[in-house]
């Protein structure tokens, strides 16, 4: 089993940047691909990005596609959103989970708390 935190969301303003963490517990992390996905109040959960379970994979929504960067570090049990350019429309309750690559929620089986990112114009 693979229990997830994420950390690093805040408020910052529309063109600035955020490093989102998501650190894991659990001897399996290297096993799973992580995804990030987000909620904003109002609409449902979008898929935000995924990477592999070595890392050499990832994939991007459209939306965040030139702008989020996601990496991850096995050996910290570790995975991160690095996110630039931010835009008001990025403003979310952001999500990280674990299981297989894909872009569907149905794809994760651990999902953690989240980490609210607000950003302003």
């Known amino acids: 089993q693979v229990q997830l935190v994420e950390s690093g969301g805040g408020l910052v303003q529309a063109g600035g940047s955020l490093r989102l963490s998501c650190a894991a517990s659990g001897r399996t992390f290297s096993r799973y691909a992580i995804g990030w996905f987000r909620q904003a109040p109002g609409k449902e959960r979008e898929f935000v990005a995924a990477i592999g379970w070595s890392g050499l994979s990832t994939y991007y929504a459209d939306s965040v596609k030139g702008r989020f960067t996601i990496s991850r570090d096995n050996a910290k049990n570790t995975v991160y959103l690095q996110m630039n350019s931010l835009k008001v429309e990025d403003t979310a309750v952001y999500y990280c989970?674990?299981?297989?690559?894909?872009?569907?929620?149905?794809?994760?089986?651990?999902w953690g708390q989240g980490t609210q990112v607000i950003v302003s114009s």
């Open positions: 989970a674990g299981g297989r690559y894909g872009r569907a929620s149905s794809d994760y089986e651990y």
